[in-house]
Antibody
Framework: EVHLVESGGGLVQPGGSLRLSCAASGFTFNTYWMYWVRQGPGKELQCLSTINPDESRTVYADSVKGRFTISRDNAKSTLYLQMNSLRADDTAIYYC???????????WGQGTLVSVSS | DVVMTQSPLSLPVTLGQPASISCRSSQSLVHTDGNTYLSWYQQRPGQSPRRLFYMVSNRDSGVPDRFSGSGSGTDFTLKISRVEAEDVGVYYCMQGTHWPKTFGQGTKLEIK
């Protein structure tokens, strides 16, 4: 069974940093593009970043470019999101996702809550 | 970014009755490879989103056949032929043709 388990969320002050982790199991992690998607307080979903299987390519949404860094450790089947210069509007549930355009695995973790507030 | 616009945003439905959700994109979702990457997701209360359809009309495993997806270009529809209690939740369309992938605002389906 596929499992994606996020961790690392919490309360942080504006300007602070957090590192999210996502432990994957039940599928061949090192063959999938992986994504971070967040869901804000109004329930809107936003795709933030993606990384290819061999870590050679990363892409970011404009809203997080230069502040967030996606990475992965295929040996540990773990996805990461380093978040710096956090702002109040980064407050959201952050999901680790194997978003797939076509047939194949499209699976979401349970999410981890990030709250940015003073 | 491609803007995905859903309607209605709230959908009260009587059990056993049909339901329909529209999703329109600000640009064509036909990829250069000829495929159209439009997916539908269901998010039940307290759960993470779950994909129902990919590439417009391909049903994911375990999705009841009372659900159907259709459309082309910039105009797409999710239909439920007979709503059941377990269908309560928020439904999102998502385009995967252009980066960043973008979602609609969500349609909240509730039982009347």
């Amino acid at each position: 069974e596929v499992h994606l388990v996020e961790s690392g969320g919490g309360l942080v002050q504006p300007g602070g940093s957090l590192r999210l982790s996502c432990a994957a199991s039940g599928f061949t992690f090192n063959t999938y593009w992986m994504y971070w998607v967040r869901q804000g307080p109004g329930k809107e979903l936003q795709c933030l970043s993606t990384i290819n299987p061999d870590e050679s390519r990363t892409v970011y949404a404009d809203s997080v470019k230069g502040r967030f860094t996606i990475s992965r450790d295929n040996a540990k089947s773990t996805l990461y999101l380093q978040m710096n210069s956090l702002r109040a509007d980064d407050t959201a549930i952050y999901y680790c996702v194997s978003l797939t355009n076509g047939a194949g695995l499209d699976s979401w973790g349970q999410g981890t809550l990030v709250s940015v507030s003073s | 970014d491609v803007v995905m616009t859903q309607s209605p945003l709230s959908l009260p439905v009587t059990l056993g009755q049909p339901a329909s959700i529209s999703c329109r994109s600000s640009q064509s979702l036909v990829h250069t490879d000829g495929n159209t990457y439009l997916s539908w997701y269901q998010q039940r209360p307290g759960q993470s989103p779950r994909r129902l359809f990919y590439m417009v009309s391909n049903r994911d495993s375990g999705v009841p056949d009372r659900f159907s997806g259709s459309g082309s270009g910039t105009d797409f529809t999710l239909k439920i032929s007979r709503v059941e209690a377990e269908d309560v939740g928020v439904y999102y369309c998502m385009q995967g043709t252009h980066w960043p992938k973008t979602f609609g605002q969500g349609t909240k389906l509730e039982i009347k």
